[in-house]
């Protein structure tokens, strides 16, 4: 079994972290360089408990797909996901937020098993639990920058209105 742990920053309201990290459409344009889909299941908005996304993407140079379905959700605390069908003989993803002040601690914890025997264990160790590191780096950095530039371009979109209205 491998895991990998990552711990995420974000300045911003943990609701808001919590739902732009289970919807879909944004897992969609946030994984654009693998041209990942949700084909089946919910293929856009918020995915919520016991609900089902059937993924699409190129990882490897091959069109893969990954099912999963929410099993626990602790809105905005925590949601977890666990594939049902796959290229995994296990796969479980664990989302936690914490509100530290104005800031959102985003932990993942993602816990697979890799199929094929010594093979699968060598491909792991060589290239997939990298790939999965990079990707979820990707993933949480892309929420990052959502999150707090939207709530930095709305700062200046105030200060810009008090201003005109101060000058006027």
Known sequence: MTKIELTTEIKGSIDTVFDLSRDISFHMESAS??????????????INLNETVRWRGKHFGLWLTHT????KMEKPHCFVDLMI?????????????????????MKDELLYKVPYGWFGKLFNKLMLKNHLR???KHRNAQIKNRIENEALNALVDDEFLRHASTSA
């Open 68 to 71: 999963s379905k929410i099993v």
């Open 33 to 46: 360089h693998t041209g990942e889909k949700a084909i089946e299941g919910v293929t856009s908005g918020l």
């Open 134 to 136: 990079r990707f979820l």
């Open 85 to 105: 069908h796959g290229h995994f003989t296990y796969f479980v993803h664990k989302h936690e937020f914490e509100q530290r002040g104005d800031r959102v601690i």
